[in-house]
């Protein structure tokens, strides 16, 4: 019965995730790219599971969980939270929804088009998925890219580890638990870090653009 | 343990105990004191491993790495003997005269530092028997200078700017030295000497080695065209330091052409010769004439030692000439010339600036139309001076003499063997390179003489030069031994060259013995120096000669009464006299076109008047023409360049991200295709 319905779940989420990426490169406002964030992390969280579920691995279950604490929650509530805490400065990104969204639609063509390369010996229904990751990552890049704040910044970078943790959940059956551990962990000091210096940047300076940030001082 | 194992471990020990004192002894008076002869010590040190090394003691240190490469071995041949007493010689006088003449910035603790960790690197160059040793080695004498010469940035703005250019400088004969090492090294699969030493000089591979090891050798033995640091930096470094880089330092650099031509690739091609002689011969020429038009005592000297390298680098170039023509025992005196030069030099360089840091030390002046009349009032300094200025203008009795003889002998007597010529090349050569001595010699002598004259002689130009007071025994100790191997060397020239001709062996082996009380017999080249018979014959004639002047001068009475006019010499006054430029100045007139000189006179009127000159201020400035036509240019280029990357690096985070995405991109696409 499970059997049946697995390929349908992996297309469920992988969907949902790449549905969630094109629509933060369309939305302008950061509170509702942190919600598709969190949005985000549950359908990756949910990935994890249904693989986990396939496998019968216990281990991998319990991933699905950190997942889901970690990307699901913790981050879009730190995210959140600083964002909340300030005046409301909506995004003026350097490409416009509908460009954006042509470039979502490239960059997900490429991405199965290099993966129907790297991949063509493996037919099974994760290796089959695995182009979303990828397109995710480039997504990612992209938002890396074209958005001026460092929220949103942040935001690029991790839909950029999101996709990475697709692709290596897709392609592998999951990474070791202490493995994962670790690679939460980083993310999460990351974005710490980064929220603290989007703190000290606005405190500075008045606002969050990086494009002001040029010139180097001793 | 072997001695010279001993010697070696003796120099480790003692720069740990110089280190330590310099940053450990907190008042700069004591520091100069401890760490002063401790670092005399440590060249001390150098002196006797050294010299154990040249009689043929052998010794081995191995430093424990875990690269995977030949081991990095320290044992010093003869010829690095040779080369380290050499340099722990001067090592030991700058460290001597350096406990005098330290002051605030020079008896730092960095400068007393960087100042044993710089001697212990030159003396162990010479040790090391592989390419990574010598190039550890190598840094570790540059940086110890880099830092010795940083000490005084807090004195002097200058000091930045002269050091920005001896770094780069430095690292681009250090970059020109790892290649010529790495094409050996890659050429026959090893980095010990021994391994590279089995490259065939004919392949190309050893032809690139060569000029690359050429290129950089030369740019510490401060040859022209990587010269430019030299009379920036060492005017702004205090006299033993400038003793220490251009008395020992700069034997370094002859030291590593030795290797090369006398170790590692022995019996090059001809055209190796051509090229280092010519290399040498516009050094010489370029060097000696910048030396006379300068008017900066350092500079002078400076310029100085960039012409008597380019000597050592021609006698060098004609031995390998030569011995690619098969004039064997002429190729072997060259080079009995070359090192020879290379030791007066050390001699009488350490001695001249050591010499000019007394006088900066009792002056506060280093520019000649200043100074005059300091040989009254420093004799010791002036008379040690003079014989280290006899030297360089290689006069009689010096060792500088020697050498030069030595040199013009076998360029004379190398295009013919047996009344036969040899080969084209050198007999155009030779005869070339013998004009270029000639020339430089006539020049180096004219230079000594504005450097002696002008400052020691006549009356003083300046209040300064008028106050100035003979410096104290710490720092005349060692003038006076530089001035006495000066003249020793020149006088008993035999035992060292026969110790020098035993350092080349066995690739060349000069067949030279002491004759008389100390002379030379070359028996190469069949000709004999004796310079203690020249100087008792000499004496001979002369002092029946002196005897009848002076007794002849007591029968006339002497005049007690001045003449009322006197041709208006009753009435001289410091301004009427030579100065430094002025001196110079038919050779500024005749070698205009390279010097280059700029003129800047400056007329002062009295009040409204045209015709009353109140004074007259001139100003003469020769630039250096490789710097302004060579450097200049290519600085110039590096920088626009640096403007137009500046376009693609504008600092922006976007912009650095764009180009990962799009590199990323490509990347992606290229795997797809």
């Given at each position: 019965m499970f059997d049946t319905v697995f390929p349908q779940l992996i297309g469920l989420c992988t969907g949902a995730l790449l549905l969630t990426s094109a629509l933060m490169v369309w939305r302008h406002s950061l509170l509702a790219s942190i919600r598709l964030l969190s949005v985000q992390g549950f359908a990756l969280a949910a990935l994890v599971a249904v693989i986990g579920l396939e496998e019968g691995e216990a281990e991998v279950i319990i991933v699905s969980v950190l997942v889901l604490l970690v990307k699901g929650m913790a981050l879009p509530w730190v995210l959140a939270h600083e964002t909340r805490a300030t005046t409301r400065t909506d995004e003026a990104p350097r490409l416009n929804p509908t460009a954006g969204l042509l470039t979502v639609a490239l960059l997900t063509i490429l991405s199965y088009v290099v993966a129907s390369r790297l991949l063509s010996g493996d037919t099974s229904i994760s290796a089959h998925a695995a182009p979303i990751g990828l397109a995710m990552v480039l997504i990612g890049f992209l938002l890396l890219v074209t958005r001026?704040?460092?929220?949103?910044?942040?935001?690029?970078?991790?839909?950029?580890?999101?996709?990475?943790?697709?692709?290596?959940?897709?392609?592998?059956?999951?990474?070791?638990?202490?493995?994962?551990?670790?690679?939460?962990?980083?993310?999460?000091?990351?974005?710490?870090?980064?929220?603290?210096?989007?703190?000290?940047?606005?405190?500075?300076?008045g606002n969050t653009d990086i494009d002001q940030l040029r010139k180097l001082h001793d | 343990?072997?001695?010279?194992?001993?010697?070696?471990?003796?120099?480790?020990?003692?720069?740990?105990?110089?280190?330590?004192?310099?940053?450990?002894?907190?008042?700069?008076?004591?520091?100069?004191?401890?760490?002063?002869?401790?670092?005399?010590?440590?060249?001390?040190?150098?002196?006797?491993?050294?010299?154990?090394?040249?009689?043929?003691?052998?010794?081995?240190?191995?430093?424990?790495?875990?690269?995977?490469?030949?081991?990095?071995?320290?044992?010093?041949?003869?010829?690095?003997?040779?080369?380290?007493?050499?340099?722990?010689?001067?090592?030991?006088?700058?460290?001597?005269?350096?406990?005098?003449?330290?002051?605030?910035?020079?008896?730092?603790?960095?400068?007393?530092?960087?100042?044993?960790v710089f001697l212990f690197g030159m003396q162990l160059v010479p040790a090391a028997t592989d390419v990574v040793s010598f190039l550890l080695f190598w840094e570790i004498m540059t940086l110890g200078s880099t830092a010795l010469l940083l000490a005084h940035h807090a004195t002097r703005g200058t000091v930045a700017s002269a050091l920005v250019w001896y770094s780069a400088m430095s690292q681009l004969s250090f970059f020109f030295v790892l290649a010529g090492f790495a094409v050996l090294a890659g050429a026959t699969g090893g980095t010990g000497f021994a391994a590279l030493a089995t490259l065939d000089p004919s392949s190309w591979q050893a032809s690139l080695a060569f000029v690359l090891l050429l290129l950089g050798f030369g740019g510490k033995a401060e040859l022209v065209p990587l010269h430019v640091w030299v009379p920036r930096v060492l005017p702004e470094a205090p006299g033993h330091v400038a003793a220490a880089m251009s008395g020992a330092m700069v034997n370094i650099g002859v030291y590593g052409a030795l290797l090369v031509c006398v170790r590692l690739l022995p019996n090059g091609p001809a055209w190796w010769g051509v090229l280092i002689m010519a290399?040498?011969?516009?050094?010489?020429?370029?060097?000696?004439?910048?030396?006379?038009?300068?008017?900066?005592?350092?500079?002078?000297?400076?310029?100085?030692?960039?012409?008597?390298?380019?000597?050592v680098f021609l006698g060098l170039g004609a031995s390998v000439l030569l011995r690619g023509d098969h004039a064997t025992g002429a190729a072997d005196a060259a080079l009995l010339a070359a090192l020879l030069l290379m030791v007066s030099h050390a001699a009488f360089k350490a001695t001249l600036f050591l010499g000019a840091g007394a006088v900066a030390r009792s002056t506060r002046e280093m520019n000649l139309d200043r100074l005059g009349g300091l040989g009254s009032r420093m004799p010791w300094t002036a008379g040690a001076f003079g014989a280290a200025a006899l030297g360089a203008a290689a006069l009689p009795v010096t060792s500088g003499f020697v050498a030069?003889?030595?040199?013009?002998?076998?360029?004379?007597?190398?295009?013919?063997?047996?009344?036969?010529?040899?080969?084209?090349?050198?007999?155009?050569?030779?005869?070339?390179?013998?004009?270029?001595?000639?020339?430089?010699?006539?020049?180096?002598?004219?230079?000594?003489?504005?450097?002696?004259?002008?400052?020691?002689?006549?009356?003083?130009?300046?209040?300064?030069?008028?106050?100035?007071?003979?410096?104290?025994?710490?720092?005349?100790?060692?003038?006076?031994?530089?001035?006495?191997?000066?003249?020793?060397?020149?006088?008993?020239?035999?035992?060292?060259?026969?110790?020098?001709?035993?350092?080349?062996?066995?690739?060349?082996?000069?067949?030279?013995?002491?004759?008389?009380?100390?002379?030379?017999?070359?028996?190469?080249?069949?000709?004999?120096?004796?310079?203690?018979?020249?100087?008792?014959?000499?004496a001979l004639v002369l002092l029946p000669v002196l005897a009848a002047i002076l007794i002849s001068a007591r029968r006339h009475p002497t005049r007690v009464s001045p003449l009322p006019w006197a041709g208006g010499g009753s009435r001289l006054r410091p301004r009427m006299q030579y100065t430094a430029t002025?001196?110079?100045?038919?050779?500024?007139?005749?070698?205009?076109?390279?010097?280059?000189?700029?003129?800047?006179?400056?007329?002062?009127?009295?009040?409204?008047?045209?015709?009353?000159?109140?004074?007259?201020?001139?100003?003469?400035?020769?630039?250096?023409?490789?710097?302004?036509?060579?450097?200049?240019?290519?600085?110039?280029?590096?920088?626009?360049?640096?403007?137009?990357?500046?376009?693609?690096?504008?600092?922006?985070?976007?912009?650095?991200?764009?180009?990962s995405f799009v590199a990323l991109l490509v990347v992606l696409i290229v795997v797809s295709l």
């Open positions: 001026r704040q460092a929220g949103s910044q942040l935001i690029g970078f991790l839909v950029l580890d999101n996709g990475i943790a697709t692709v290596a959940f897709l392609t592998s059956g999951g990474v070791p638990l202490f493995l994962e551990l670790g690679i939460s962990l980083d993310v999460l000091l990351v974005v710490v870090i980064l929220y603290v210096f989007a703190g000290r940047m606005r405190n500075k300076f | 343990m072997t001695p010279v194992e001993a010697g070696m471990l003796g120099q480790v020990a003692l720069l740990a105990a110089a280190v330590a004192s310099a940053l450990l002894v907190p008042s700069a008076r004591w520091r100069s004191r401890v760490s002063g002869i401790l670092c005399a010590l440590l060249a001390a040190a150098g002196v006797v491993t050294g010299a154990i090394a040249l009689s043929g003691g052998r010794g081995a240190l191995t430093i424990p790495t875990t690269l995977p490469m030949d081991p990095l071995v320290l044992s010093p041949d003869r010829l690095g003997g040779l080369v380290m007493v050499v340099v722990s010689v001067v090592g030991v006088l700058a460290s001597l005269f350096g406990i005098g003449s330290a002051r605030v910035a020079s008896a730092s603790r960095t400068a007393w530092a960087s100042m044993a290399l040498g011969a516009v050094s010489a020429l370029y060097g000696i004439l910048q030396a006379s038009v300068a008017s900066n005592l350092k500079v002078l000297l400076a310029y100085s030692t960039t012409e008597n390298m380019g000597l030069e003889w030595m040199l013009l002998q076998a360029l004379v007597h190398g295009s013919r063997v047996g009344g036969e010529v040899v080969s084209v090349t050198s007999s155009v050569a030779m005869p070339l390179a013998v004009a270029v001595i000639a020339l430089t010699a006539g020049l180096a002598l004219l230079t000594f003489v504005k450097a002696y004259g002008i400052a020691f002689l006549a009356r003083p130009r300046s209040a300064q030069a008028t106050a100035a007071r003979e410096v104290p025994l710490i720092m005349r100790i060692p003038l006076i031994i530089g001035a006495l191997l000066v003249i020793g060397l020149g006088l008993l020239p035999g035992p060292l060259t026969v110790a020098l001709a035993s350092a080349v062996g066995p690739a060349f082996t000069p067949d030279v013995r002491t004759i008389g009380l100390a002379g030379v017999d070359a028996r190469g080249i069949d000709v004999v120096l004796d310079p203690t018979t020249f100087v008792a014959l000499a002025s001196y110079a100045e038919p050779l500024v007139r005749v070698f205009d076109d390279v010097l280059r000189p700029t003129r800047d006179v400056e007329v002062t009127h009295v009040g409204e008047s045209r015709y009353l000159v109140e004074r007259v201020h001139v100003e003469q400035t020769v630039s250096d023409v490789i710097e302004t036509r060579f450097y200049r240019p290519v600085l110039g280029l590096a920088q626009r360049f640096g403007v137009l990357a500046r376009r693609a690096q504008n600092g922006s985070i976007h912009r650095y991200l764009s180009y």
